[in-house]
């Protein structure tokens, strides 16, 4: 722990908890327990990293049910810090459906428990792809919302599949959503690439990238 305090003192941290990929799922009553020993866990990292904010995922499931097991536990997890991320219809690894898909969904959330908000461009694209909505118009609403942070990456404007591709590999707006939909006082993070790092310098052409979109 001394070790990354001391190699990451300086730097702006961001916390994400981990999701449904990993067994976590706010969805779920079941599942309460596990759920908020990996959001502690997250804390503690938080803490030690003096990070602001703790990105943490809706749960599993598209009933009413689900969305409100998700505001129940968002409210016993109880931190200032954690930012809802919004979500595509499925999850890429598990293939299992998700809540937190819609702009009502996420403000639904926020009214009820004071978090923070997360926006994914791509989860946005893939879950209006699914409902067969404009995605320009999805995202529109979701900025409405006045997003904390913002995820961004590359994918293919028709596709309900979250790739995290690199900058450049796929055809999203990427200077529209840079220059018309990011915040400047707001915190982004580039989520290129979705294999372990081999060789950083693809992370590294992504950022050049990023920066020359802005206008």
Excluded at 8 to 21: D, E, F, P, R, Y
Excluded at 39 to 50: I, Q, W
Excluded at 114 to 131: E, Q, R
Aim: aromatic fraction near 10%.
């Amino acid at each position: 722990c001394d070790v990354i305090r001391k190699e990451m003192s300086g730097t702006k941290v961001i916390i994400h908890n981990s999701h449904s990929a990993y067994g976590f799922d706010t969805g779920d009553k079941n599942r309460l327990e596990s759920n908020l020993r990996d959001v502690n866990d997250s804390k503690k990292f938080a803490d030690m990293l003096k990070a602001e904010m703790i990105i943490v995922h809706t749960g599993c499931g598209d009933h009413p049910e689900n969305l409100e097991e998700t505001v129940h536990q968002f409210k016993i997890f109880n931190d200032k810090r954690i930012a809802v991320e919004n979500m595509p219809y499925l999850c890429s690894v598990s293939k299992k459906v998700l809540h937190g898909t819609s702009p009502e969904q996420i403000e639904s959330i926020k009214k009820e428990t004071g978090c923070k908000f997360c926006l994914d461009f791509s989860h946005a694209t893939c879950a209006a792809n699914y409902y067969k909505k404009d995605v320009m118009s999805e995202i529109k609403r979701f900025q409405k919302l006045r997003p904390d942070m913002y995820h961004i990456c590359d994918g293919f404007k028709d596709e309900i599949n979250d790739k995290h591709l690199h900058f450049g590999e796929g055809n999203y707006d990427l200077s529209y959503f840079v220059n018309e939909i990011i915040s400047d006082d707001t915190f982004v993070t580039m989520e290129t690439g979705y294999t372990p790092p081999v060789d950083i310098q693809p992370w590294i052409k992504d950022r050049n990238y990023f920066r020359s979109l802005k206008k």
